[in-house]
């Protein structure tokens, strides 16, 4: 499933045009394609800055400009994290601008910028920047979509030094690449793997949904990744053609955010990128095709497509014009006003779907944007199998409701009131905002051509207009906008067609067309009924750590750890561990904690859930619990002016849950759904055994079957965990713009408020312990997908994380092997997109861990993935790794810790068990100096120690027809599970 790319609609201070639009109307839309009209005209390409045509404030904290070869680019100084650089190079290039022989080429493209250019050797990129401290795919990356590839790197250090590689590194790419031929084979082989790895169940309905919604259209003609037919014939010659011909200076923006000196910056930008110029050929490029022809008349069709793996959903929708809307004052306000409407009707959708008897799983209405194609209002309906019409008529009379009679003054109040609060927050913490969402915004006026203001003038702008928001004029820029759902377009999923097919379907809704629609009943707010819980708690005990963190004790056993920071201004992250979590399965009661997720969506004892939502409108809060492994958690970010009702609700959450049916609901129409997936790809059907299979099938951590889960109750649940909620140890941290001494006067009046709790947290003590499989084995696992999709996993027991400097020695161990992963299997062999290891050392479950290599690929390459793997394991065991390997896997890692509290969720990392659990502190505080004193023999004594053959479980999963003959071993000495 893909988002239609949306139109601005809000103040926003400067999001992309797709960005806000889906942030306040979260629509998901089946996209799909077929031979319409006449083409439509190409546009000209438009290297225009949007504030010079409009009235919307910029924000002068941006330095944008233009070099006199038409490349652009945006700067800005910013400290969120200190010492850090965000650069960000934009091509205006991607899969609409290729011709029927070159599809994919673009994104093959962005694949040969790591493979070689006239000062960088091939396969030197990565490790270059590895040596500096960048992680690949974390810190170096790049995307390619149908309109734009983008080229990203996270500088970890804003050193000049590191800057200029940056710098020049994006000057390789702009026109430096030398697209080898050798290379270019190479990489083939990794660009088919992505492709392979990427069709999915959801891929191929997507596919079909946009061949159907869009017929004939460019758009549906050029995904990204191409075709097998186009990337098998890519050469070097063809490649590079492409390149010189698309890659020129008026096409890129080069964007730079972080604590740099942004006169020099510039500078050297003129220096390095000033000779880039295009071919003579090329000095005037041609426009972007545009993603069309999209018909609006196009209407009254009907697709049923059916798949295994697929849930039951209705898509209605009807394609109109293209509303070409600049980026102005009154343009967003009209799009505030649509913003609230399509708010409310999908509130409206989401109370019947949280009922206790809802007709439909889910349902989202909204409008958006085919590019600059056109615009397609979108019903979807999602139903639990053979429900379809009934939600269909649910969804399609709410619809109608909406716009027929309009909104209450106290629904346009309740949207009203979160956009304001979403300003207000926005305005508060403007001086702390990170690297990465400036340079979001700085994408947005090259990409959305939306300007971005400062959050303070949006607030202003927001607080003139809330007033005079009226219902009227909420529904008139709706239907302004949205395009009637008259004779639609309608696309049905499932794994079942609907009885009656596709005349069904029709009939359904021409019924709801027909249907006579009243207003409907107003709901009034209830005011919040969690106000009081006893006599304020008294501190017993008030100490700071080295760190700073504050460590309180209330007289009733409740904790609370505090660290004030000046990292994001106007917010405070919030974190509650409550003592229980999965030590509380047994293997008589392998699921007593599995509702523990669905508890919100019972609501509170005196407030319903969506009474709740009503109640809690304009607040800065959240309710939801989930299981740990020793604990019952909750997370979130609030703001000062909020953390008195986020406290009382969470409080309110643990001592009066409300178990309501409407919880259970919700839960359980995802079984059917769940376990109907679970052999649809590879990787699912994988995860679904790989409990079991790593706990010596242990019903604690196996999956387990349908009636296993329909028989789950909040009663059982009630007597399962009410225990805990009553008396476990409780934990509490907060983190960020916090007055110390306030919070823990709310706590006072909250948590402390409580009875007597149990001082201490449970352990794992006493219960049969999780257990790796100790022997050799080999488990083959059956998937439904295409039959050259597999996956090869290897696990090898280790132990658990109760010894430090081993924690660091196997840490280091799997970065090494993800660089050994990546040269032998992608770069070298060209097999596998992502292979990649990962080191589990559990800290609750003594002696337990395992280390795991994992490579997704074709079938027929399983036999020559295994021995290329056990090579690389065979090394690492003979041999230390060289220096340049170790410095390349350590340099990442240490930076990541240097920069660890530069961030309020890396403080909350350490505050939030600080007192329970004390030694995550000082784990941190030492990190540093035991990751510097692994050495390369240390690493070579680990593998041995761990990765013995011997030791070794293999873990297949392979397509449902592929026999062991054709993967290099015989079935009869395979472990199978059919799923």
Avoid at 788 to 808: C, F, G, H, K, S
Wanted: aromatic letters at 6%.
């Amino acid at each position: 499933m893909t988002a239609i790319p949306p139109r601005a609609c809000s103040l926003s201070n400067g999001a992309s045009r797709q960005t806000m639009k889906t942030s306040l109307v979260p629509i998901v839309f089946l996209l799909a394609a077929s031979p319409l009209a006449a083409s439509e005209p190409a546009r000209v390409d438009d290297t225009s800055w949007a504030f010079e045509s409009s009235d919307v404030p910029m924000d002068a904290g941006f330095r944008v400009g233009r070099l006199a070869n038409g490349m652009r680019y945006v700067l800005r100084r910013n400290g969120m994290p200190a010492g850090t650089v965000v650069v960000r190079m934009d091509v205006n290039v991607g899969s609409l601008d290729e011709a029927p022989g070159e599809r994919g080429f673009a994104h093959f493209l962005e694949h040969m910028a790591f493979n070689g250019s006239r000062n960088v050797p091939e396969g030197q990129m990565v490790p270059l920047l590895e040596r500096a401290g960048l992680a690949f795919g974390s810190d170096t990356n790049a995307s390619t979509n149908f309109n734009r590839t983008l080229y990203k790197l996270d500088l970890p250090r804003a050193d000049r030094g590191l800057l200029d590689t940056a710098l020049m590194l994006m000057r390789e790419t702009a026109g430096n690449l030398t697209i080898a031929q050798d290379a270019v084979a190479r990489e083939r082989g990794v660009v088919l793997a992505e492709m392979r790895d990427r069709d999915s169940p959801a891929f191929r309905s997507t596919v079909d949904g946009m061949e159907f919604f869009y017929p004939g259209s460019l758009y549906t003609q050029r995904l990204p990744i191409g075709t097998t037919e186009t990337l098998e014939a890519a050469t070097a010659a063809s490649l590079r053609a492409f390149y010189e011909r698309e890659y020129v200076p008026a096409h890129a923006t080069l964007v730079v955010v972080g604590d740099i000196d942004v006169d020099a910056v510039e500078a050297d930008i003129a220096r390095r990128f000033g000779d880039w110029q295009p071919r003579p050929a090329e000095a005037q490029p041609e426009a972007q095709p545009g993603a069309g022809p999209i018909d609006p008349a196009d209407a009254d069709r009907v697709r049923i497509y059916t798949a295994p793996a697929l849930s039951e959903h209705v898509t209605i929708q009807r394609n109109g014009a293209y509303i070409d809307e600049a980026d102005t004052l009154e343009n967003r306000e009209q799009a505030v006003l649509r913003a609230v409407g399509y708010a409310i009707v999908n509130r409206r959708l989401s109370r019947l779907a949280n009922g206790a008897k809802p007709p439909f799983r889910s349902a989202s209405f909204g409008t958006g944007d085919l590019f600059d194609t056109a615009r397609a209002t979108v019903l979807g309906i999602s139903t639990v199998d053979g429900a379809w019409q009934a939600g269909m008529n649910a969804a399609g009379l709410e619809y109608r409701r909406a716009l027929e009679h309009g909104f209450t003054e106290a629904e346009v109040a309740e949207q009203v009131a979160r956009l304001l609060t979403g300003a207000q927050n926005a305005a508060a913490s403007a001086e702390t905002r990170s690297n990465k969402g400036l340079a979001q915004l700085a994408l947005g006026l090259v990409d959305g051509r939306v300007v971005p203001s400062t959050p303070q003038s949006a607030l202003e702008r927001m607080e003139e207009l809330a007033p005079r928001i009226t219902p009227e004029d909420v529904l008139q820029a709706m239907l302004r906008e949205a395009v009637p759902l008259e004779q639609p377009m309608i696309r049905f999923t499932g794994r079942k067609a609907p009885e009656g097919g596709e005349g069904a379907l029709r009939a359904a809704w021409a019924s709801v067309q027909q249907a006579k629609i009243g207003k409907g009943s107003e709901a009034k707010a209830l005011p919040f009924a969690y106000t009081t819980f006893g006599p304020a708690g008294q501190v017993v005990s008030d100490t700071r750590s080295d760190l700073g963190i504050r460590q309180v004790r209330f007289a009733n056993g409740v904790m609370v750890n505090l660290r004030k920071t000046a990292l994001e201004q106007g917010r405070i992250r919030f974190s509650l561990a409550l003592d229980g979590g999965s030590r509380l399965n047994t293997r008589e009661n392998p699921r007593a904690t599995q509702l523990v997720s669905s508890l919100a969506g019972g609501g509170l004892g005196r407030h319903g859930a969506d009474e709740l939502r009503s109640i809690l409108a304009g607040r800065s809060v959240g309710m939801g619990l989930g299981s740990g492994e020793d604990s019952f958690d909750a997370g979130g970010v609030t703001t000062p002016r909020d953390l008195e009702l986020q406290l009382q609700l969470l409080a309110a959450l643990i001592t009066d849950p409300g178990y309501r049916a409407e919880g259970e609901v919700g839960y359980r129409q995802s079984i059917d759904n769940r376990f109907a997936q679970i052999d649809a790809t590879p990787r699912s059907a994988l995860q679904a055994q790989l409990g079991s299979i790593t706990s010596s099938g242990d019903p604690r951590f196996s999956l387990g079957s349908p009636d296993d889960y329909r028989g789950l109750s909040f009663a059982r649940l009630k007597a399962d965990i009410g225990d805990r909620l009553a008396h476990g140890a409780i934990e509490i941290g907060l983190v960020g713009d916090v007055d110390e001494d306030t919070a823990i006067a709310l706590v006072a009046r909250t948590f402390g408020a409580l009875p007597q709790r149990e001082t201490a947290f449970g352990t794992h003590d006493g219960q049969p312990p999780r257990i790796f499989p100790k022997a050799s084995a080999r488990h083959v696992i059956r998937h439904k997908g295409p039959a050259n999709q597999a996956i090869l996993r290897l696990l090898w027991p280790t132990r658990d994380d109760a010894d430090p400097q081993e924690v660091a020695r196997l840490e280091l161990l799997q970065a090494v092997m993800n660089i050994r992963l990546t040269e032998q299997l992608r770069e070298k062999l060209g097999k596998a997109y992502s292979p990649g290891s990962a080191s589990f050392m559990s800290h609750a479950w003594k002696g337990y861990g395992y280390f795991q290599v994992n490579a997704s690929i074709d079938a027929v390459d399983i036999a020559g993935t295994r021995d290329a793997i056990e090579a690389v394991v065979a090394d690492l065991r003979a041999n230390p790794v060289d220096a340049d390997t170790l410095k390349r896997a350590r340099e990442p890692v240490l930076q990541r810790l240097a920069n660890a509290l530069k961030s309020n969720g890396g403080w909350m990392s350490l505050v939030a068990r600080s007192q329970s659990d004390s030694e995550r502190v000082t784990r941190f505080e030492t990190a540093r100096g035991r990751l510097q004193s692994v050495t390369a023999v240390d690493l070579q004594q680990a593998a041995d120690r761990y990765l013995r053959a011997n030791d070794r479980t293999e873990v297949l999963s392979i397509g449902e027809n592929v026999v062991g003959t054709q993967i290099g071993f015989v079935s009869g000495a395979l472990n199978v599970r059919h799923l």
